[in-house]
């Protein structure tokens, strides 16, 4: 066990933790240079390496020969590094005793990494800080230094400067992992407790536990019981990660492996769960274990009707790999039957999209994200509303409350005020802000989610010309007042298109939505009236005249061909719309709210 | 003879077998300008697909004629050689409209031409006429309306501007030389038009064709109505059944092809039963109507059951009328042709 290291890599997106991670599987010997493809390792499903962010976990272990000749066994856990994932993130550090700290020199500190390094050092974990892309022309490697020994307490010495790019530091950052990290404890004997921080679905196999083993031993063949939902299964395989599962029979504490029970899918297996011996199990689980709760909810209809039931079969697959990913099915007098869904955030509700467009080739009709509402009504009831169409009449309502979230923002100094006003606009609270060093500061504050779900993160962005990130954590319900905002074409609502704002802002959100439709609703054959009420009070209103002309002249002989292929494509343009009443409405529609922000 | 003629006549014996199967009814000398054809050149042609086809006595014979390359010979010559209808590429009655428009005629020409008509004997003539020209006003519009209806013609076409793509008037709009006119206006002079013409005399059976009772263009009705027809010559259309073919652009491989003993396709189509169902609904539309129990007999489907509300909002906001089984526009109606074909057939399952 003393020659074992757990670790893990702490980074921003695009600050290097996936090319740290290949130049250490290469100074390892655990692949080849020629192996090593054009992309990073750790990154192997498409997506993710077109976000060039790590969404799924995943671990592999190393065997290093250090400077002083002995030969260490190093496991390195991945992490995903966005906001949406950060109970993952927290599960596998919980595996690990020590933790790269990898800041881009040139960026410098940013909101995810500390917030994830926070995490890291809540966990006791040894931080290992590492500068990389010295190499860079625009590296501040001594304004750098000295963020990462404020936020972290630790010596300019023990900073390592590393460009993987370039393979610097690499040698370095092996050596700190094996001396500064602390080898597992845990006791091989002691009954059985393994933390599981990820699990992934094998076709062939369901599902494939990622674990490490805290205490006991877990052997092939043995009963294995899962804390969270009860169930025993056999042990069926048990193995290390290298670049393939390798069969070892057996794990002992310490060790970072996998386990496959024989469970049918990810559900009984769930990440932060804690898995003992059946017969000799141990008294209690590992700490920190929570049900992954979903925040953003949204509908995802088929854009053929005729669809329903693949999207349904896609949706059950995606399913069996994700175990944060819920779905039901649900109907809209808009767009027909569909499904709700609920997301950990807004990055895993794109990926689900782009996973189900691209792997299962679904069209989609996705409607406006929305969080969820705890609506209590004069009769004590309270309900949960995740659609907004499902809201109660404004007369049964008592009072409604909203999630809120901490926000912690870092920004250079000078965007201090443009994001100051963004978050206000946003119904923000103010907190506090602390700076990190002269010319970067850590704002906090307190934002309904609702807020930041659509376009606060690319606001942000441009407000601070890309430099502010952003990280926040669920906080509370807040009571607030919230009504439903029903847009209705020439008199008839439609429920795909309700929304739930702030009463001071419905106003003006119902004029700018009235005001978008009317842009992205083609003209039709007769004048279509768009209104946006509150309850059966109207707020405002949009028109959209009727077509005027719409007929080529000629279509003799030698035109029917060519004019018949013009209709069909028409045709089809027309058949992806939905009708509600007697108005067509294109798909982009049901997506007004998110482009309002472009006005 | 030349070699084009020569090329036609083969291009006629290749086609020799349809004659069997089809009774013609109408010939149409169209597309180009085939008034340059001598009338004995003319004869010769009509001669031949009379010995190859079986065409009927009375059959419609219309020659497309640009009015700069007629007179009282030509034209006397024509009807001697059994043409009975002819329609003139007038245009406008503005002679800067046909200097746009390129043509080699004056506006006197055209009312000389339509006179000599006349007077040799033609008793069935068509005009076109072009709306919606860039600059154009409404009340220009109407003048040439009026000036048409003063020659008595038999027959108007109307047609609407269309800036087809590729052309000079298109590279001119791109390049804003010219600027087309907003479709409000172009909507009103269409208006105006059907509104007009009817007050003349004309019925509205097409988008852009008007005629007197008993005038209607019957070779035009048939491309409206999924009729057979065979083209001859560079360019030329045909259709057969459940299949259209049509012949390569350039008069050399033209030519060349027919000289090697191949027909001179560019490219041909089997419609599907769905794209037969299309053209006509789309062409129904467009002409007498669409014969919802011929759709029914002949393609299987029942509009009438299968997109009974998008029917009822239509007849709901007066665009077609339901008569006899037959869906037909409306004025109203017709300003929306193309809208109304996509709304009805994008709700039709299959097709």
Same mark, same amino acid.
Request: proline share 4%; aromatic share 8%.
């Given at each position: 066990?003393?020659?074992?290291?757990?670790?893990?890599?702490?980074?921003?997106?695009?600050?290097?933790?996936?090319?740290?991670?290949?130049?250490?599987?290469?100074?390892?010997?655990?692949?080849?240079?020629? @192996?090593?493809?054009?992309?990073? $390792?750790?990154?192997?499903? @498409?997506? *993710?390496?077109?976000? %060039?962010?790590? #969404?799924?976990?995943?671990?592999?272990?190393?065997?290093?020969?250090?400077?002083?000749?002995?030969?260490?066994?190093?496991?390195?856990?991945?992490?995903?590094?966005?906001?949406?994932?950060?109970?993952?993130?927290?599960?596998?550090?919980?595996?690990?005793?020590?933790?790269?700290?990898?800041?881009?020199?040139?960026?410098?500190?940013?909101?995810?990494?500390?917030?994830?390094?926070?995490?890291?050092?809540?966990? %006791?974990?040894?931080?290992?800080?590492?500068?990389?892309?010295?190499?860079?022309?625009?590296?501040?490697?001594?304004? $750098?230094?000295?963020?990462?020994?404020?936020?972290?307490?630790?010596?300019?010495?023990? !900073?390592?400067?590393?460009?993987?790019?370039?393979?610097?530091?690499?040698?370095?950052?092996?050596?700190?992992?094996?001396?500064?990290?602390?080898?597992?404890?845990?006791?091989?004997?002691?009954?059985?407790?393994?933390?599981?921080? &990820? +699990?992934?679905?094998?076709?062939?196999?369901?599902?494939?536990?990622?674990?490490?083993?805290?205490?006991?031993?877990?052997?092939?063949?043995?009963?294995?019981?899962?804390?969270?939902?009860?169930?025993?299964? &056999?042990?069926?395989?048990?193995?290390?990660?290298?670049?393939?599962?390798?069969?070892?029979?057996?794990?002992?504490?310490?060790?970072?492996?996998?386990?496959?029970?024989?469970?049918?899918?990810?559900?009984?297996?769930?990440?932060?769960?804690?898995?003992?011996?059946?017969?000799?199990?141990?008294?209690?689980?590992?700490?920190?274990?929570?049900?992954?709760?979903?925040?953003?909810?949204?509908?995802?209809?088929?854009?053929?009707?005729?669809?329903?039931?693949?999207?349904?079969?896609?949706?059950?697959?995606?399913?069996?790999?994700?175990?944060?990913?819920?779905?039901?099915?649900?109907?809209?007098?808009?767009?027909?039957?569909?499904?709700?869904?609920?997301?950990?955030?807004?990055?895993?509700?794109?990926?689900?999209?782009?996973?189900?467009?691209?792997?299962?080739?679904?069209?989609?009709?996705?409607?406006?994200?929305?969080?969820?509402?705890?609506?209590?009504?004069?009769?004590?009831?309270?309900?949960?509303?995740?659609?907004?169409?499902?809201?109660?009449?404004?007369?049964? !309502?008592?009072?409604?409350?909203?999630?809120?979230?901490?926000?912690? !923002?870092?920004?250079?100094?000078?965007?201090?005020?443009?994001?100051?006003?963004?978050?206000?606009?946003?119904?923000?609270?103010?907190?506090?802000?602390?700076?990190?060093?002269?010319?970067?500061?850590?704002?906090?504050?307190?934002?309904?989610?609702?807020?930041?779900?659509?376009?606060?993160?690319?606001?942000?962005?441009?407000?601070?010309?890309?430099?502010?990130?952003?990280?926040?954590?669920?906080?509370?319900?807040?009571?607030?007042?919230?009504?439903?905002?029903?847009?209705?074409?020439?008199?008839?609502?439609?429920?795909?298109?309700?929304?739930?704002?702030?009463?001071?802002?419905?106003?003006?959100?119902?004029?700018?939505?009235?005001?978008?439709?009317?842009?992205?609703?083609?003209?039709?054959?007769?004048?279509?009236?768009?209104?946006?009420?509150?309850?059966?009070?109207?707020?405002?209103?949009?028109?959209?005249?009727?077509?005027?002309?719409? $007929? !080529?002249?000629?279509?003799?002989?030698?035109?029917?061909?060519?004019?018949?292929?013009?209709?069909?494509?028409?045709?089809?343009?027309?058949?992806?719309?939905?009708?509600?009443?007697?108005?067509?409405?294109?798909?982009?529609?049901?997506?007004?709210?998110?482009?309002?922000?472009?006005? | 003879?030349?070699?084009?003629?020569?090329?036609?006549?083969?291009?006629?014996?290749?086609?020799?077998?349809?004659?069997?199967?089809?009774?013609? @009814?109408?010939?149409?000398?169209?597309?180009?300008?085939?008034?340059?054809?001598?009338?004995?050149?003319? *004869?010769?042609?009509?001669?031949?697909?009379?010995?190859?086809?079986?065409?009927?006595?009375?059959? *419609?014979?219309?020659?497309?004629?640009?009015?700069?390359?007629?007179?009282?010979?030509?034209?006397?010559?024509? /009807?001697?050689?059994?043409?009975?209808?002819?329609?003139?590429?007038?245009?406008?009655?503005?002679?800067?409209?046909?200097?746009?428009?390129?043509?080699?005629? +004056?506006?006197?020409?055209?009312?000389?031409?339509?006179?000599?008509?006349?007077?040799?004997?033609?008793?069935?003539?068509?005009?076109?006429?072009?709306?919606?020209?860039?600059?154009?006003?409404?009340?220009?519009? =109407?003048?040439?309306?009026?000036?048409?209806?003063?020659?008595?013609?038999?027959?108007?076409?109307?047609?609407?501007?269309?800036?087809?793509?590729?052309?000079?008037?298109? /590279?001119?709009?791109?390049?804003?030389?010219?600027?087309?006119?907003?479709?409000?206006?172009?909507?009103?002079?269409?208006?105006?038009?059907?509104?007009?013409?009817?007050?003349?005399?004309?019925?509205?059976?097409?988008?852009?064709?008007?005629?007197?009772?008993?005038?209607?263009?019957?070779?035009?009705?048939?491309?409206?109505?999924?009729?057979?027809?065979?083209?001859? %010559?560079?360019?030329?259309?045909?259709?057969?059944?459940? =299949?259209?073919?049509?012949?390569?652009?350039?008069? *050399?491989?033209?030519?060349?092809?027919?000289?090697?003993?191949?027909?001179?396709?560019?490219?041909?189509?089997?419609?599907?039963?769905?794209?037969?169902?299309?053209?006509?609904?789309?062409?129904?539309?467009?002409?007498?109507?669409?014969?919802?129990?011929?759709?029914?007999?002949?393609?299987?489907?029942?509009?009438?059951?299968?997109?009974?509300?998008?029917?009822?909002?239509?007849?709901? @906001?007066?665009?077609?009328?339901?008569?006899?089984?037959?869906?037909?526009?409306?004025?109203? %109606?017709?300003?929306?042709?193309?809208? #109304?074909?996509?709304?009805?057939?994008?709700?039709?399952?299959?097709?």
């Amino acid at each position: 066990m003393d020659h074992i290291r757990n670790f893990c890599i702490i980074a921003h997106i695009d600050h290097g933790k996936s090319t740290i991670a290949d130049r250490l599987l290469e100074r390892t010997g655990t692949i080849t240079e020629r @192996e090593m493809k054009t992309n990073q $390792v750790l990154d192997d499903m @498409e997506l *993710e390496q077109e976000r %060039g962010i790590t #969404i799924k976990l995943h671990a592999i272990q190393m065997k290093y020969e250090a400077k002083d000749r002995k030969t260490y066994t190093l496991n390195l856990i991945d992490t995903p590094g966005h906001v949406d994932f950060s109970y993952e993130v927290s599960r596998s550090l919980a595996a690990c005793e020590g933790a790269i700290l990898v800041v881009d020199a040139s960026q410098g500190v940013e909101a995810q990494t500390i917030s994830n390094l926070y995490l890291a050092i809540d966990a %006791g974990l040894e931080i290992v800080p590492v500068i990389n892309k010295i190499d860079l022309p625009s590296a501040m490697v001594d304004q $750098v230094k000295h963020q990462i020994m404020d936020l972290i307490g630790c010596k300019e010495e023990e !900073i390592i400067l590393a460009s993987a790019k370039m393979k610097m530091g690499v040698d370095e950052i092996l050596e700190a992992v094996v001396h500064r990290i602390p080898p597992p404890k845990g006791d091989p004997s002691a009954p059985l407790k393994a933390l599981i921080f &990820d +699990s992934i679905f094998d076709g062939y196999r369901g599902s494939v536990v990622y674990i490490r083993v805290v205490d006991g031993t877990v052997r092939e063949r043995e009963k294995v019981k899962f804390f969270a939902t009860n169930n025993i299964f &056999d042990a069926e395989e048990v193995g290390i990660l290298e670049m393939q599962r390798v069969r070892t029979k057996e794990l002992s504490a310490g060790d970072v492996g996998y386990l496959i029970p024989g469970a049918k899918d990810v559900h009984d297996t769930k990440v932060g769960d804690t898995i003992t011996n059946a017969v000799n199990p141990a008294d209690g689980p590992l700490p920190g274990y929570k049900e992954a709760k979903p925040m953003v909810f949204a509908g995802l209809y088929p854009v053929n009707a005729d669809n329903f039931s693949e999207l349904r079969d896609s949706l059950e697959k995606l399913r069996m790999n994700d175990a944060s990913l819920i779905f039901e099915p649900e109907s809209s007098v808009a767009l027909g039957f569909g499904f709700r869904a609920g997301f950990l955030g807004l990055l895993h509700m794109e990926i689900i999209q782009e996973r189900l467009e691209r792997e299962y080739k679904q069209e989609l009709i996705t409607t406006v994200p929305n969080v969820e509402y705890r609506v209590v009504k004069t009769n004590t009831e309270v309900v949960l509303v995740d659609n907004p169409a499902f809201m109660p009449p404004l007369g049964e !309502i008592e009072h409604v409350e909203e999630p809120f979230i901490k926000a912690q !923002i870092i920004t250079p100094s000078e965007y201090i005020g443009n994001i100051m006003k963004l978050c206000t606009e946003r119904r923000g609270v103010y907190k506090n802000t602390t700076y990190l060093d002269p010319t970067r500061a850590d704002l906090r504050y307190e934002l309904p989610l609702s807020e930041i779900i659509f376009d606060f993160y690319d606001k942000l962005k441009s407000t601070s010309r890309g430099y502010a990130s952003l990280d926040y954590e669920f906080m509370e319900n807040r009571e607030s007042d919230l009504v439903k905002l029903d847009i209705l074409l020439n008199g008839e609502s439609v429920d795909a298109l309700s929304t739930i704002v702030h009463r001071d802002k419905s106003y003006e959100w119902g004029k700018k939505l009235c005001a978008k439709l009317r842009k992205l609703i083609p003209r039709q054959m007769f004048e279509v009236v768009i209104q946006a009420a509150i309850g059966s009070k109207v707020i405002a209103r949009d028109q959209i005249s009727a077509m005027r002309k719409n $007929v !080529i002249a000629k279509c003799y002989g030698g035109d029917i061909s060519r004019k018949r292929k013009l209709l069909e494509k028409q045709k089809e343009g027309k058949r992806r719309m939905k009708q509600v009443g007697r108005v067509e409405i294109p798909q982009e529609a049901f997506l007004a709210v998110l482009a309002m922000g472009d006005e | 003879m030349n070699a084009f003629l020569e090329s036609l006549h083969n291009e006629i014996e290749m086609y020799a077998s349809y004659g069997a199967e089809e009774q013609f @009814e109408t010939i149409f000398f169209g597309g180009g300008t085939p008034s340059l054809l001598e009338p004995a050149t003319l *004869e010769e042609i009509l001669v031949h697909l009379r010995e190859t086809f079986s065409i009927e006595p009375d059959a *419609e014979i219309t020659v497309e004629t640009n009015p700069g390359t007629v007179d009282y010979k030509k034209l006397a010559g024509y /009807r001697r050689a059994g043409v009975n209808r002819l329609s003139f590429g007038v245009q406008s009655f503005y002679d800067d409209d046909l200097k746009f428009l390129t043509r080699i005629h +004056s506006a006197n020409e055209a009312r000389q031409a339509i006179h000599t008509a006349k007077d040799v004997g033609f008793t069935n003539i068509n005009l076109d006429l072009i709306s919606a020209l860039p600059n154009q006003t409404v009340e220009r519009w =109407r003048r040439n309306l009026d000036e048409a209806i003063v020659l008595e013609p038999q027959h108007i076409s109307a047609y609407n501007l269309i800036v087809e793509k590729g052309t000079p008037l298109a /590279r001119m709009v791109s390049a804003r030389q010219v600027s087309p006119l907003p479709v409000e206006t172009e909507a009103e002079m269409y208006e105006w038009t059907m509104q007009y013409l009817h007050d003349e005399g004309y019925e509205h059976y097409e988008v852009s064709n008007y005629a007197k009772p008993g005038f209607r263009s019957r070779h035009n009705s048939n491309y409206w109505n999924h009729s057979n027809y065979l083209g001859f %010559g560079p360019s030329a259309h045909s259709f057969w059944l459940n =299949r259209r073919w049509w012949n390569t652009r350039s008069v *050399e491989s033209y030519c060349h092809k027919i000289a090697a003993g191949q027909l001179p396709l560019a490219g041909e189509e089997r419609l599907t039963g769905d794209q037969l169902v299309d053209e006509a609904v789309m062409l129904g539309l467009r002409s007498n109507g669409v014969d919802l129990a011929l759709l029914k007999s002949k393609h299987q489907i029942d509009l009438l059951s299968s997109v009974r509300p998008t029917i009822e909002n239509l007849l709901h @906001e007066n665009l077609v009328v339901l008569d006899k089984q037959v869906l037909r526009l409306t004025s109203k %109606g017709f300003l929306l042709c193309d809208a #109304i074909s996509e709304s009805l057939l994008s709700r039709v399952a299959g097709a």
